[in-house]
């Protein structure tokens, strides 16, 4: 109360528009796609990632943060504030399915810019882009550059014959042979340059980097030389570029003066693929699956406004959470209608976590279910392929080498004293009663699905060859 009123007079000897600019941070998000547990340095000493390596161990890492085991459901999360099985958002899109990010949400963006924020997104949409309403720019950015889909070639920024780069509402044609990673730093620096320091910048920035296809300049592999894996190494040098061209963005943020005021978010959106050369390891499973590999994943925050920092924070937190805890630090108030907590105070002090349990998915079309309620994590159904512990390439000439098991669910862990899933306590007597509440939580969340519209069948219209040789919207 008394901050309140501080803040109220503050605001009458200032003048409001002075004083709101200067407390309200610049917001930078950023995420990296199919970042694995143990492809960032503060989780593995053989990844080189400096700059992220610094801002990490100088703000807050984060330890227990989960995302959803593939790319469209952690953005929905991200950027909604609600687990993706409210959404029928469980599965990745593809390019040929008319569907998309619900159009009746609002999302992070839009809450922003209510609050007074100037709005850029630059990298990958990937949450619906069948027609022009589902895309970036009238959903809350007041500009995008990057790409609607969920992969595509670095240098050509095509997935197939269609070219899928945006500046807006404008394909891009200028930037065939500029690596993405280094075309969206650049973006971001002009981006910085041009932004009037009065106002409150959100910038969301959902890199390309780790996904395939395996493309990095020659230059980065050359510290990877002897390692015996080639997808291993360019993942590697993909991490090491990726940081690069965070640098060259957080070096842009302090050339203009907004650095100081500046909070970063950094997250992966799921876990990586081994077979792709992504490691989670210790960490059990891979991308796409239930699994923690495939759904914990490395993130952290850095800036001035944290009270504490220099901490690993073991708090169990969710993309979904995310949306709230930054619309809090913006100003705005909390919506009782989301899945997301408002974690600032926990993050920024160290306290408990207000979240006690998530989900990490519920798809009846699949059969496809699991949950985390306290300690206690249950799975059911889904596919349980993928389920080792993979060793990536520098650890297996180290002679640490891949466990894989051959079981089947139903699943019952306790991850805080089993984070790596190896002791599976379903149908074990002593556990009995927790898994009955498991299942019950379940079926009470069950009620809430929406599922995912498997009856929308792929639609030649979308086919770029009808557009030029683009990934044009405006086909459904
Ligand atoms: C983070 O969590 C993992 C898995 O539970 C654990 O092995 C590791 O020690 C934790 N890291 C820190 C710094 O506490
Ligand atoms: C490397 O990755 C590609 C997919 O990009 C995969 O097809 C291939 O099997 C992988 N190679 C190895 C040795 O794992």
């Known amino acids: 109360m008394a901050g309140v009123l501080l803040l109220a007079i503050a605001g009458c000897l200032f003048g409001q528009g002075a004083a709101q600019a200067t407390t309200k941070p610049h917001?930078?998000?950023?995420?990296?796609?199919?970042?694995?547990?143990?492809?960032?340095?503060?989780?593995?000493?053989?990844?080189?990632t400096p700059n992220l390596h610094t801002l990490a161990t100088a703000g807050v890492i984060f330890n227990q943060t989960y995302g959803q085991p593939t790319c469209s459901p952690s953005r929905a999360a991200l950027l909604t504030g609600k687990f993706p099985f409210r959404l029928g958002m469980q599965r990745v899109m593809d390019n040929k399915t008319p569907h998309g990010l619900p159009l009746d949400e609002e999302l992070l963006p839009q809450k922003l810019k209510k609050l007074g924020y100037a709005t850029h997104m630059i990298g990958k949409w990937h949450l619906g882009s069948c027609k022009w309403e589902y895309t970036p720019t009238e959903r809350g950015f007041d500009s995008f550059y990057g790409y609607h889909h969920g992969a595509q070639d670095y240098y050509t920024h095509k997935s197939a014959r269609g070219l899928d780069f945006w500046d807006g509402k404008t394909s891009v044609s200028d930037q065939n042979g500029v690596y993405s990673t280094e075309s969206f730093a650049t973006r971001a620096e002009s981006i910085i340059s041009q932004h009037d320091s009065n106002t409150p910048l959100f910038l969301y920035m959902p890199f390309q980097s780790v996904h395939t296809p395996h493309q990095v300049p020659s230059s980065y592999l050359q510290p990877f030389s002897t390692l015996q894996d080639d997808n291993r190494s360019s993942i590697l040098g993909m991490a090491t570029a990726l940081d690069d061209a965070i640098k060259r963005v957080t070096d842009a943020l302090k050339g203009k003066g907004l650095w100081d005021n500046t909070l970063t978010v950094f997250m992966s959106d799921n876990g990586g693929e081994y077979s792709d050369g992504q490691s989670n390891w210790p960490l059990r499973g891979s991308k796409g699956t239930l699994w923690e590999g495939g759904t914990r994943v490395p993130a952290f925050v850095h800036g001035n406004m944290l009270e504490r920092t220099g901490y690993t924070y073991h708090g169990m937190m969710h993309g979904?959470?995310?949306?709230?805890?930054?619309?809090?630090?913006?100003?705005?108030?909390?919506?009782?209608g989301l899945d997301g907590k408002n974690m600032w105070q926990s993050i920024s002090t160290g306290a408990d976590s207000p979240r006690t349990e998530f989900v990490y998915t519920i798809d009846s079309e699949a059969d496809s279910y699991a949950i985390r309620v306290g300690d206690y994590k249950l799975i059911i159904g889904g596919k349980t392929g993928k389920g080792g512990w993979y060793a990536p390439a520098e650890m297996q000439q180290m002679g640490i080498l891949t466990e894989t098991v051959d079981e089947t669910g139903p699943f019952l862990f306790n991850i805080r004293e089993d984070p790596l899933e190896k002791s599976n306590l379903y149908g074990v007597a002593e556990y009995a009663s927790i898994q009955r509440a498991m299942r019950h939580r379940l079926n009470e969340l069950k009620a809430f699905e929406v599922p995912f519209p498997t009856d929308l069948a792929n639609d030649p219209a979308a086919d770029p060859s009808n557009y030029g040789d683009v990934w044009m919207p405006g086909w459904c």
């Open 27 to 48: 917001i930078l998000l950023i995420v990296a796609d199919d970042l694995g547990w143990s492809d960032v340095s503060w989780n593995n000493p053989y990844v080189l």
């Open 320 to 336: 979904v959470d995310i949306l709230p805890t930054l619309v809090s630090v913006a100003g705005g108030n909390e919506d009782p």
